[in-house]
């Protein structure tokens, strides 16, 4: 099993950048696949990215490609999510999720969840 912490969320103007971290507590965060869902209010949870438990893989959902870069130390069993030129449609709570599964695009088997940090992009 794995807890998730996400933190680095708050409040930003639009165009402007925020880096969300994700530190896992357990001794097997490199067996996990890593992503990142947000949740705006009154929407359901999206998928945002994800990476690969060998950081060798990644992968994006269009309205975040070219603006979004996600990475992985799994030395420091961390899971990070580079947001660059945001916008106020990217506002919401950013959840940090764990998967099991070889492939990281199945959405629907990430299984671990953090309790979320707030983004908020101000126009």
């Known amino acids: 099993q794995v807890q998730l912490v996400e933190s680095g969320g708050g409040l930003v103007q639009a165009g402007g950048s925020l880096r969300l971290s994700c530190a896992a507590s357990?001794?097997?965060?490199?067996?996990?696949?890593m992503g990142w869902f947000r949740q705006a209010p009154g929407q359901e949870r999206q998928f945002v990215a994800a990476?690969?438990?060998?950081?060798?893989?990644?992968y994006y959902t269009d309205s975040v490609k070219g603006r979004c870069t996600i990475s992985r130390d799994n030395a420091k069993n961390t899971v990070y999510l580079q947001m660059n030129s945001l916008k106020p449609e990217d506002t919401a709570v950013y959840y940090c999720?764990?998967?099991?599964?070889?492939?990281?695009?199945?959405?629907?088997?990430?299984?671990?969840w953090g309790q979320g940090t707030p983004v908020t992009v101000s126009s």
């Open positions: 999720a764990a998967t099991e599964a070889v492939n990281i695009s199945w959405e629907n088997l990430y299984k671990y």
């Open positions: 990476i690969n438990r060998y950081g060798t893989n990644t």
């Open positions: 357990g001794r097997t965060f490199s067996s996990y696949g």
